[in-house]
């Protein structure tokens, strides 16, 4: 029998961070979680670093995971918003120039998403999932700013299940096109429900936060959903396919690429978007 579906998991960490506080800094090994998704259908992998005090290293672990597995793994590029401070331009430019990444990863635990981040995301056309911890405020923020930049808003905006946030969040996600959010620990099923009916499924990607979580139980989620088979798929894989296509194709993102890791770069420049990183429909 012939797959019909893609799908493409926006959302998982992978290699060890050094905090040593719990296995969301300690260590987020993929052997597991790749077996687990074997068996429930997963094709393709968004992997970032569990937290880390050094992210140019920790991205860089990263990088030899997806290369180790070019068929199966996208990589995005955990920033720290003030220790990489003064430094985004050249992790993003080693990101996508050396390692062939898609986009940028922020999380409000480490500290607040920043105007260089975004600056630095619009210029070189690379979608951000950022983590807000439930401070929905900044996505409005977000939406206005920078209306040219993906944010990939994970877990209806929170985490830890604060459904005042969640239900703030689908205004946001409803309003500004640029916001998208994922599918990842949401475990009130019908504030996901409302999101998909107030926002539409075009604006929805499915996550797992793997290897923690069980990457079988959260696409159970989408199929529970009970949606028409196109819409079904957009939420499955074809939203991330949309999101990085569009940025490809926009009017002079090659040459910003190519300026902005001009200095940076030690290899000769290399497409993401082409070869063994092309997602394909």
Same mark, same amino acid.
């Given at each position: ?41 997963? /094709?393709? @992998?968004?992997?970032? #670093? +569990?937290?880390?005090?050094?992210? %140019?290293?920790?991205?860089? =672990?990263?990088?030899? $995971? ?64 950022? /983590?807000? @911890?439930?401070?929905? #405020? +900044?996505?409005?923020?977000?939406? %206005?700013?920078?209306?040219? =930049?993906?944010?990939? $808003? ?86 991330? $396919? ?40």
């Amino acid at each position: 029998m012939v797959k019909q579906r893609l799908i493409i998991d926006c959302h998982c960490h992978g290699g060890k961070g050094d905090g040593l506080t719990g296995p969301w800094d300690t260590n987020a090994a993929l052997d597991k979680y790749l077996q687990r998704a074997a068996r429930v259908g997963i /094709d393709r @992998t968004v992997v970032f #670093s +569990a937290f880390h005090s050094d992210y %140019q290293y920790a991205n860089r =672990v990263v990088a030899r $995971i997806v290369k180790s597995r070019p068929n199966r793994l996208f990589g995005f590029a955990f920033i720290h918003p003030h220790r990489d401070r003064g430094r985004v331009q050249r992790l993003a430019s080693e990101a996508v120039l050396q390692h062939g990444f898609l986009g940028l990863k922020v999380h409000r635990h480490d500290a607040r998403i920043t105007r260089e981040i975004c600056e630095v995301a619009r210029n070189m056309a690379l979608p951000i999932l950022y /983590d807000v @911890t439930g401070e929905i #405020s +900044a996505v409005r923020l977000l939406g %206005q700013e920078y209306p040219e =930049v993906p944010f990939i $808003i994970p877990h209806l905006g929170s985490f830890a299940d604060d459904w005042r946030a969640q239900q703030a969040f689908i205004d946001h996600l409803s309003r500004f096109p640029n916001i998208f959010t994922d599918t990842s620990g949401v475990r009130r099923f019908d504030l996901l429900e409302e999101a998909v009916e107030r926002a539409g499924a075009h604006k929805i990607l499915f996550g797992s936060d793997g290897p923690w979580l069980h990457p079988g139980v959260e696409l159970s989620k989408v199929y529970a959903l009970r949606l028409a088979r196109e819409e079904e798929q957009l939420i499955l894989g074809k939203n991330f $396919i949309r999101i990085i296509r569009s940025l490809r194709h926009r009017p002079k993102m090659r040459k910003r690429i190519m300026k902005a890791g001009r200095q940076q770069a030690t290899q000769r420049f290399r497409d993401p978007w082409q070869g063994q990183h092309a997602p394909r429909l």
